[in-house]
């Protein structure tokens, strides 16, 4: 069986992540593009779609077209929900790219609408398909880690400001990020725990390096006038059953110990983290252990084995669970506590007290 996809948004992570994982999906065609820039959809179209695809600038246009089965919305934050919607209500089942909105109160409309519509809903949160994440998240699963009642969601970067689009406007985005990848960090970590119920948080955001001239990042200065966001953010997590979430995000912090989409567990039989590779720790016949996990099986000589790809392997999944071969494994319910968290992280910021969930 083949199904029909649409794109909505031409841009980066289009092109970074969901059009080449498509591409390499069977049952997928490629038959209809869509971007404000049309020359970046006619780009696509060329790259990724067949002699019968279909270029938009609007995308109530293309939604219009009923052969369409999926729509992947792959736009600035806040666009998601409105797009999402259209879409679900217009007959498709939706992809949308992390975070799931700019706000709870669209990404609970996203929600409503999946209900109302019975459509399938994913969020874009490809993380959870890497190797050392599949393997953490059995090992949680099993109970190896016993009850897990700390963990630590970390999106570190040093100087890594992304210069290009509108990562910088806070009216399009929502935040910088802690919405951008301190997302991850927390979708990771509440999965890894299977725990989606908060009681309150409590967070911090910050503007320290964004006025600095001239600054070293990797991707080149960026310019203060238009550094709307924060350039770090922390939080403070406390779930209904006790336990404690600590969210550490930044695109620009004085730290040498970055690193991006990871989580830290301390649980009542074990721990793990992924600071290093991934590490278990616990204690054994009297003695502490740390386990380091070798992910890699190793190859042979004229052969590299099968490597993991994220980003395909979120695409494979998402595409089976359309065709009702599986679940839909990011769950919007689960993305949608995360709007809920992060959302409370930056209303906290602003008044100084914590956002306490009903």
Same mark, same amino acid.
């Given at each position: 069986m083949t199904v029909k996809v649409g794109i909505i948004g031409c841009g980066g992570i289009a092109n970074g992540k969901h059009l080449p994982s498509l591409a390499k999906i069977q049952e997928v065609e490629m038959v209809a593009f869509c971007d404000i820039v049309v020359e970046r959809a006619e780009k696509a179209r060329e790259d990724y779609g067949g002699s019968e695809s279909k270029v938009y600038n609007d995308y109530r246009e293309m939604l219009a077209d009923t052969e369409l089965d999926i729509v992947h919305v792959l736009t600035p934050n806040n666009c998601h929900a409105e797009m999402t919607i259209a879409a679900l209500e217009s007959g498709k089942h939706v992809m949308c790219e992390k975070p799931m909105a700019k706000t709870s109160e669209e990404a609970q409309a996203m929600l409503d609408a999946a209900k109302r519509t019975g459509k399938k809903l994913t969020i874009g949160y490809q993380n959870r398909f890497r190797k050392d994440a599949k393997y953490l998240k059995?090992?949680?699963?099993?109970?190896?880690?016993? =009850? @897990?009642?700390?963990?630590?969601?970390?999106?570190?970067?040093?100087?890594?400001?992304?210069?290009?689009?509108?990562?910088?406007? =806070?009216?399009?985005?929502?935040?910088?990020?802690?919405?951008?990848?301190?997302?991850?960090?927390?979708?990771?970590?509440?999965? *890894? *725990?299977?725990?989606?119920?908060?009681?309150?948080?409590?967070?911090?955001?910050?503007?320290?390096?964004?006025?600095?001239?001239?600054?070293?990042?990797?991707?080149?200065?960026?310019?203060?006038?238009?550094?709307?966001?924060?350039?770090?953010?922390?939080?403070?997590?406390? *779930?209904?059953?006790?336990?404690?979430? @600590?969210l550490e995000s930044s695109w620009a912090i004085n730290l040498v110990n970055d690193g991006e989409a990871k989580t830290t567990l301390a649980g009542t039989k074990g721990g793990a983290d992924m600071d290093e590779g991934l590490r278990l720790n616990g204690e054994k016949h009297g003695l502490l252990y740390d386990n380091h996990i070798q992910l890699e099986t190793g190859g042979v000589d004229f052969y590299d084995g099968a490597g993991n790809d994220p980003a395909y392997e979120e695409a494979r999944a998402w595409i089976d669970a359309v065709l009702g071969k599986r679940e839909v494994l990011v769950k919007p319910e689960e993305a949608f506590v995360v709007t809920q968290l992060l959302e409370a992280i930056y209303e906290s910021a602003k008044t100084g007290q914590p956002v306490y969930f009903n």
């Open positions: 059995t090992v949680c699963d099993d109970g190896e880690l016993g =009850e @897990i009642y700390l963990g630590k969601a970390k999106a570190i970067r040093r100087r890594a400001v992304p210069t290009w689009g509108v990562f910088l406007d =806070e009216e399009a985005q929502g935040g910088g990020p802690l919405i951008d990848i301190g997302t991850h960090a927390l979708d990771l970590t509440l999965w *890894m *725990m299977n725990n989606y119920e908060p009681l309150y948080a409590v967070g911090n955001v910050y503007h320290k390096l964004s006025q600095t001239e001239n600054a070293a990042n990797a991707w080149g200065p960026w310019n203060p006038d238009e550094f709307t966001v924060e350039d770090s953010a922390f939080g403070f997590i406390t *779930m209904k059953n006790g336990a404690t979430i @600590i």
